[in-house]
C-alpha cells in the first residue's frame, strides 16, 4: 500500500483498541457459581422465575462437555474460572448521550456511534461490558409502538412479549454456550415491531468490551409480528488485552407470518476474544429472514446463524464472510431447518485466508420427510491467500422426501498469479492489487449490505490484506 | 455389537487352533489383533466419522466365524456365474474356503506375477505380508473393525504384479456368503512394481438372497511408481447381510489408482474409502454407484488425502434411493500443508425415488496449502417431472421411463468402466435391482 494511506488507515486499525479504567459499581467478581447467579439476579432485582431459569441453565452449562469432538481444541484453553461475569456501572441506560458517563461516552464518541445514529439509524443501544449504557429510539419510530431497548430493562416493562419468545428459538440446552448464556446473561436488545409496521432505518447495537478477563453475555430477542419489517445492525469491539476475552451471546429471532428480519452483524472483536455465539430464527408462513454475517476480528468466532422454517413459503438466507488472518480462526456457516412445505433458503459463504489464518464453514441443511417443494442452494468458496493459510469445509445435508431440491457447491482458489500481474503492469502496488482482487471475490455479496457497511468492510479488507504478500 | 466377549472369545481360540500350521508371526498378529479389537471402543453416533449411521444396527451378536457351506454347494458356487469370461486368474471363496483356484499363466508366473490364496500366501511369501498386510490404518472409524478383520481372516487373495508387468485381462476373486448366520471376511491386498499395470476385480454374493450374514471386507490396493490399477468391487450380498467394506488406496509417484464400486445388496453396509497421494504426480480415480431400497443403509464414508503436490484426485458417489432407504456420503479432501498444485474433486449425487427416502451428504474439505484447486458438490433432487412428461408424450411407460432415467443417472458411472463384459455384468445387476423394486410396487 503507498505510505500516504497507510497512516490514514493505521489509525482505524487501532480504532477499537483503547481502555478506560472504569470504575464498576457492580462486580460480580471472577468464577462462576451460583452466588454469581444470584447476585447478578439480585442486582437487577428480577423476578424468582428468571432465577430458577438461570440455575437451571447453569447445571446444563456445567454437565455439558466442551464440544471438543469436533470443533477446535482451543476452546480447552478457555479457564471458566478467570473470567469476570458481571461488572456495570450502572443499571439503567440513558436516553441521551449528555448523561452518560464521560468516559464511557467518550469511548463511543470515538467508535463514532452519536454521529452514526444521528446520521442514519432509527435507534440506537450501546452496550457497556454488562449492561446498556445508552439506549435511544427516534420519537417517530416510538410512536408507531416499536419497542426497542435493552433485554434486562424489557424483562421488567414487557414481560408478556418477552416471556413467550424468550428460550424458546434456542432452547437453553442448545449447546454449552447457550447454556452459559443463559445462565449468566445481561444486556442484549429487545425489539417488538408491531403488525405491519415498517422500520424505515436500521435499528442498531453496539457493544463493547472494555475490561479485562471480562465475558459478555448479551441475549438479544427481536420479535416482528405479523407483516412487520425490521433491519438490526449490530457492531462489536473490545480492545486487545494479553488475556483472553469470552463473549457468548444468544440472539433470537420471531418472525411472524410474512413479517421480514434482516439482521446485520459486523464483528471486529480483538484478536484475544473468544466469540462464540448462538444465533436462531423462526419463520412463519411467507417470512423472510436474512443474517448477513460478517467475522472479520476475533480469536476463535464459532457462529452458525440459522433459521427455523416453519410456516409454508417461509425464506431464510444467510450471507457471510469471513476474514482470517494470523492467529484467528473463523469457525462460521449456517444452519437452515426446512419444517414446512415450499420453504426456500440459501447460503452464501466466502471465506478468506491470510497468512496463518484458518477460515471453517460448517452449515447444516435439513429437509424432513413429507415436505414438498422446499428448496436449498449453498455455496461456499473459500480464498487462500498464504502458503499456509488454511480453509475447511463440512457441511452436513439431509433430505428426505423427494419433491425437494437441495445442491452444494463448494470450491478453493488462491488470487491467480496473472491478475496480480496484469493490475501491477497498470501501475498498482502488489498490495493493491491484492485488495482489489479480494474484494472482488466478496463484491457480489457486500453489494447487497447497506451502504455505510460494504464501504467499512472493505476499508477493513484493505487492512487486513496489508501486508500480506510477500 | 456383542458386549458379551465369551462367545466371540471361544470362536478366537477355535480359529486360533485352526491356524496352527502358518507361520508365528501371522498367529501373533491375530493375537494381537484381537486383544486390540477387545481394547477399542465401539463407534457411537457422537463420533463425527459415525455421523447420521444407524449404530444400533451394527450388532455383531451371533454370527459364526466358523461357518462351513457342504462340499457340495462349494462346487456349485466354484461354478456358478463366471462373471467375465475373459480373465487372468480367478479364485472363488465360499464361506471362507477356498473352492476354486485357476492360476496365473505359466507365462506370467515366469515374470513373476503372484496371484494367490492368503493361506498359500502367509506362507510363501511371508516377506510381502509382513510388509503390506493391514499396512494402512483404517482412518474413518472402523479401527475396532479391521482388528476383527485381522483377528479372524483366513481367505483373501493377494495379486502382486512386479515392475514392468502389464497385465490386460482382469484377475477375479469371487466371495460367496452360503451360510445362515455366517461370517464372510473377504481381503484383497494388490501391489504393484514400477510402471506395472494391472485389473482385480472383486465380486461379492450370498448363495441365498434371503440368509443373514456378516460380511466383513478390506482391501489394500498399493500402487508404485508409474504403475496403474483398476480395481473394481461389485458387491451383491443378500438383502440380510451386515455388511463392512474397508478401502485403501496408495498411490505412489505418478502412479494411478482407477477405484470403482457398485452396491447392490445388504441391509446396512458400511463402506469406507481412503486413498493417499503419496507421491507428486499420482492420481486416484474413486467412482461409486448404489442402489438402495427397502430399508436399506448404505453408509460411506471418504477420505483423500494429499501428502504429495502436483497430485489429483476425483471422486464421484452417485446413488439412488427408493423406499425408505437412507444413504449417507461423507467425504473429506485433505490437503497437506506442501501439497502445492493439488487439485482435488468431489461429487455427490442424489437421486430420490420415493417420498420416505432419506439422503445425508456431508462433503468438507480440509485444505491447508493455497496454490490448489478444489472442490465439491453435492445435489439432491428427484426425476424431473417436465422430463418424466416428455417420455410420456411420446408413448413410453412410466416404469420403462424411470428405469431409463436410473441408468442414465448411473452411465456417468458405468461408463468408465474399462472392461465391456464387467460392464454389462454391472448393468444387469442395476437392472435386477431395479426390476426387482418395480415388482413389489406393481
Known amino acids: 500500500m503507498p505510505g500516504e494511506d497507510t497512516t490514514a488507515l493505521e489509525i482505524d486499525r487501532e480504532k477499537g483498541n483503547f481502555s478506560y479504567d472504569i470504575k464498576y459499581a457492580y462486580d460480580a467478581g471472577t468464577g462462576l457459581n451460583e452466588g454469581v447467579v444470584d447476585y447478578i439476579c439480585d442486582v437487577k432485582g428480577e423476578d424468582d422465575w428468571i432465577r430458577a431459569f438461570r440455575k437451571k441453565a447453569l447445571k446444563i452449562f456445567e454437565e455439558k462437555p466442551m464440544p471438543t469432538h469436533w470443533a477446535t481444541k482451543d476452546l480447552e484453553t478457555i479457564n471458566f474460572d478467570k473470567i469476570r461475569y458481571y461488572l456495570a456501572q450502572d443499571k439503567k441506560p440513558k436516553r441521551t448521550w449528555d448523561e452518560v458517563p464521560d468516559d464511557i461516552k467518550q469511548t463511543f464518541e470515538r467508535l463514532g456511534i452519536p454521529e452514526q445514529e444521528r446520521k442514519f439509524l432509527a435507534g440506537v443501544e450501546a452496550q457497556f461490558d454488562s449492561e446498556a449504557a445508552y439506549s435511544n429510539i427516534k420519537e417517530a419510530v416510538g410512536k408507531q409502538g416499536v419497542i426497542f431497548m435493552g433485554s434486562t430493562e424489557a424483562l421488567m416493562k414487557h414481560p408478556e412479549i418477552f416471556r413467550k419468545y424468550f428460550g424458546k428459538v434456542i432452547p437453553t440446552a442448545d449447546n454449552k454456550f447457550s447454556a452459559l448464556n443463559s445462565a449468566v446473561f445481561s444486556g442484549g436488545s429487545f425489539i417488538y415491531v408491531p403488525p405491519g409496521v415498517k422500520v424505515s432505518h436500521p435499528l442498531q447495537a453496539y457493544f463493547r468490551i472494555n475490561a479485562e478477563n471480562f465475558g459478555q453475555f448479551e441475549r438479544t430477542l427481536i420479535i416482528a409480528d405479523e407483516g412487520a419489517e425490521v433491519t438490526y445492525m449490530e457492531g462489536c469491539t473490545a480492545p486487545k488485552f494479553n488475556t483472553s476475552t469470552l463473549h457468548s451471546a444468544v440472539v433470537e429471532l420471531v418472525a411472524l407470518k410474512g413479517a421480514k428480519i434482516e439482521y446485520i452483524t459486523v464483528q471486529n472483536w480483538a484478536a484475544n476474544v473468544f466469540n462464540l455465539v448462538t444465533k436462531r430464527a423462526w419463520a412463519e408462513e411467507g417470512a423472510t429472514v436474512k443474517w448477513i454475517d460478517c467475522n472479520i476480528g476475533s480469536r476463535l468466532t464459532m457462529k452458525y446463524p440459522g433459521v427455523v422454517l416453519k410456516g409454508r413459503g417461509a425464506r431464510g438466507e444467510v450471507l457471510s464472510i469471513a476474514l482470517a488472518n494470523d492467529g484467528q480462526h473463523q469457525d462460521t456457516g449456517a444452519k437452515m431447518i426446512h419444517l414446512a412445505p415450499d420453504t426456500t433458503s440459501n447460503i452464501i459463504s466466502k471465506s478468506i485466508s491470510v497468512g496463518e489464518g484458518r477460515a471453517t464453514y460448517r452449515g447444516q441443511v435439513h429437509i424432513p420427510k413429507h415436505l414438498t417443494g422446499c428448496k436449498n442452494n449453498t455455496e461456499c468458496d473459500a480464498l487462500l491467500i498464504n502458503t499456509n493459510s488454511r480453509t475447511d469445509t463440512y457441511p452436513a445435508i439431509s433430505v428426505r422426501g423427494n419433491k425437494n431440491f437441495v445442491q452444494h457447491e463448494a470450491s478453493v482458489s488462491k488470487v491467480s498469479a496473472e491478475q496480480i500481474f496484469y493490475m501491477m503492469q497498470r501501475g498498482l502496488t502488489e498490495g493493491e492489487a491484492m485488495s482489489l482482487s479480494v474484494n472482488g471475490f466478496v463484491n457480489d455479496l457486500t453489494r447487497q449490505f447497506p451502504m455505510e457497511y460494504s464501504v467499512e468492510l472493505k476499508r477493513l479488507i484493505d487492512l487486513e490484506m496489508e501486508g500480506s504478500v510477500g | ?442
Open chain 2, 1 to 442: 455389537m456383542s458386549t458379551n466377549g465369551t462367545g466371540i472369545a471361544a470362536a478366537f481360540e477355535k480359529h486360533l487352533a485352526s491356524q496352527q500350521g502358518a507361520p508365528a508371526w501371522w498367529q501373533e498378529l491375530k493375537k494381537k489383533a484381537f486383544a486390540a479389537y477387545g481394547a477399542l471402543p465401539l463407534p457411537t453416533r457422537k463420533n463425527e466419522t459415525w455421523r447420521f449411521a444407524s449404530i444400533s444396527g451394527l450388532s455383531l451378536e451371533g454370527y459364526d466365524f466358523g461357518a462351513t457351506a457342504t462340499g457340495a454347494v462349494h462346487t456349485e458356487l466354484a461354478d456358478r456365474a463366471r462373471l467375465v469370461a475373459q480373465r487372468a486368474g480367478r479364485i472363488v471363496f465360499a464361506d471362507n474356503q477356498l473352492v476354486a483356484h485357476e492360476r496365473v499363466s505359466d507365462e506370467l508366473a515366469a515374470r513373476g506375477v503372484i496371484f494367490a490364496p492368503l493361506a498359500e500366501a502367509i506362507v510363501k511369501h511371508g516377506d510381502i505380508l509382513q510388509e503390506y498386510f493391514m499396512a494402512q490404518d483404517p482412518q474413518l472409524g472402523s479401527e475396532k473393525f479391521a482388528a476383527l478383520h485381522t483377528a479372524f481372516v483366513t481367505s483373501g487373495v493377494l495379486l502382486y504384479v512386479p515392475k514392468g508387468v502389464e497385465v490386460d485381462l482382469p484377475f477375479v476373486a469371487r466371495t460367496w456368503s452360503a451360510t445362515q448366520g455366517g461370517a464372510v471376511l473377504p481381503h484383497t491386498l494388490v501391489i504393484t512394481g514400477e510402471n506395472a499395470k494391472v485389473t482385480m476385480v472383486d465380486a461379492f454374493d450370498s448363495a441365498d438372497r434371503n440368509s443373514r450374514a456378516l460380511a466383513l471386507g478390506f482391501n489394500h490396493i498399493f500402487a508404485g511408481r508409474g504403475s496403474r490399477i483398476d480395481y473394481y468391487v461389485l458387491q451383491n450380498w443378500s438383502d440380510q447381510t451386515l455388511g463392512f467394506q474397508i478401502n485403501s488406496l496408495t498411490a505412489e509417484r505418478d502412479a494411478t489408482i482407477n477405484a470403482l464400486a457398485v452396491n447392490i445388496g445388504c441391509n446396512h453396509y458400511r463402506c469406507e474409502t481412503q486413498s493417499i497421494m503419496k507421491g507428486e504426480g499420482s492420481h486416484a480415480e474413486m467412482l461409486s454407484l448404489s442402489i438402495a431400497d427397502r430399508d436399506q443403509e448404505i453408509d460411506q464414508r471418504t477420505l483423500q488425502i494429499h501428502q504429495a503436490g502436483h497430485a489429483t484426485s476425483n471422486l464421484l458417489f452417485k446413488n439412488a434411493l427408493a423406499d425408505e432407504a437412507r444413504t449417507i456420503f461423507s467425504g473429506l479432501i485433505r490437503v497437506a500443508p506442501d501439497a502445492q498444485k493439488t487439485d482435488a474433486y468431489q461429487t455427490n449425487r442424489n437421486l430420490l425415488l420415493s417420498g420416505d427416502a432419506e439422503a445425508h451428504s456431508l462433503p468438507g474439505l480440509e485444505i491447508e496449502a493455497n496454490d490448489v484447486k478444489c472442490s465439491h458438490g453435492a445435489t439432491t433432487s428427484q426425476i424431473d417431472e417436465s422430463e418424466l412428461f416428455y417420455m410420456l408424450a411420446r408413448g413410453i411407460n412410466r416404469a420403462v421411463a424411470r428405469e431409463l432415467f436410473v441408468f442414465g443417472f448411473f452411465e456417468e458411472v458405468v461408463s468408465k468402466i474399462g472392461n465391456e463384459e464387467l460392464a454389462s455384468r454391472v448393468r444387469e445387476l442395476i437392472q435386477h435391482k431395479f426390476r426387482e423394486e418395480e415388482a413389489r410396487h406393481a
